[in-house]
């Protein structure tokens, strides 16, 4: 069975105010034998979106290559966008060596309202996939509930928008709300349930040459 630990600590600093949670990158990043094209740093695989949409949405004329200068301008954005990264899955094992979330067993997350807690001006925490079973919004909610505490729904409407509460520390500080946004994942298996989609179906109609990109950027501008 294969250990699948995240490779990449998380991409924290006091600034931040919102935070990007997703799960694991493909094994492939934990082993080392990265592919051409891909970038050794947070959603670097080569077949990932993340990176691609934001390049779209801020015009950022980022490299696509297995280089320092490559890493070193997604941490640039990222800090002048005050946008941290933290995955929540710390560890997995699997089966088969691939990157699906269906495949993980024996999970360990991160303690990511520890984070919260010591980074105290994050607001929003961005979910790379939504609450289906092993995805990142699923595994918040799991860890929520072991801290006695949810999600209450703001919309309901794709992307879907939660928010939580924060206790202050012993009635000393005051308690902090936390919005979520549950955005459709940057991922090539997410392309068929973007298609099945009214809306984007509606925008294909209108647009022979609309693609799943052009949705992600749509969706994913408002909260980046």
Known sequence: MFQHTHPYEPFLFKEA??????????????????????????YGSRDGQLWPILNIIFELNLKFETSKE??????????????GICDIVASA???????SDSGM??????????YL???????????????SKNGPEY??????????LKLHI????????????IPGENNLEPSRIIKTVSLTAPS???????????????????????????????QYRPFF
């Open 17 to 42: 105010t919102k935070l990007i949670v997703g799960t694991l990158p493909p094994p492939r990043f934990t082993t080392g034998m990265l592919k051409k094209g891909d970038v050794d740093f947070c």
């Open 70 to 83: 490559a890493i070193d301008q997604r941490k640039t954005f990222l800090k002048h966008r005050k946008i």
């Open 93 to 99: 094992k699997r089966d088969k060596i691939d990157a």
């Open 105 to 114: 067993q024996h999970i360990q997350l991160r303690n990511i309202l520890g």
């Open 117 to 131: 807690k010591q980074y105290q001006n994050i607001e929003m925490l961005i979910f790379t996939g939504g609450n």
């Open 139 to 148: 595994f918040f909610r799991r860890h929520l509930k072991e801290n006695n």
């Open 154 to 165: 703001v919309s309901n409407e794709v992307p879907r928008i939660h928010q939580f509460e």
């Open 188 to 218: 090539g298996s997410a392309n068929r349930a973007i298609g099945s989609l009214p809306t984007y179906k509606r925008m294909k109609s209108e647009n022979v040459n609309f693609n799943t990109i052009d949705f992600r950027v749509l």
